[in-house]
């Protein structure tokens, strides 16, 4: 699902299939003061992806560390990499926090797991990806890279990221 652009620069979307939308998705109020901005993405094409959205919108809600200042509608595409497998849902959630994206991201991996997040290989069909895109700083280590690798070129974000009032 890379970006293509046609002959007058103007992003394809063609593998953005239809908008769902949900109780949560999309949701906007006023950006409050937190030491760091994250975007992050969320992504799955096993089971009922939808109403897994919602319920990581309502964890991540409900957790006095984090505050949902926005979220995009859920958009339905074509997968990429490994395309022998279902369309994906893909959203994403503009967060604040005062937690460094280090331990942001093991507050994801441990979601991905209590949703049975499995990572058989690249690009493998999955019940939820939860992934750090950006942030109001740069990070790159073998655990994290920001801005995620990629993010640029996938209309999965492109597309939701530009339904969104930042």
Known sequence: MDVKYSKNGFFEIKDAIKFIKSDFFPFYRKI??????????????????????????????????????QSSPIVLNKAFGFTKQDDFLNAVLFLQTNLHPKEVLKIML????????????????????????YTNIKIKNKRLIVPHPGVNERISVILPLGLMRL
């Open 32 to 69: 409050k003061n937190y030491k760091y901005s994250i975007i992050l993405g969320l992504g799955g094409n096993v089971g009922k992806v939808k109403q897994r959205f919602d319920k990581i919108f309502q964890i991540l809600s409900k957790d006095r560390r984090f505050y949902i200042a």
């Open 110 to 133: 441990n979601l991905e797991l209590r949703f049975k997040r499995k990572r058989p290989f690249k690009n493998a069909p999955r019940t939820i990806d939860l992934d750090i895109l």
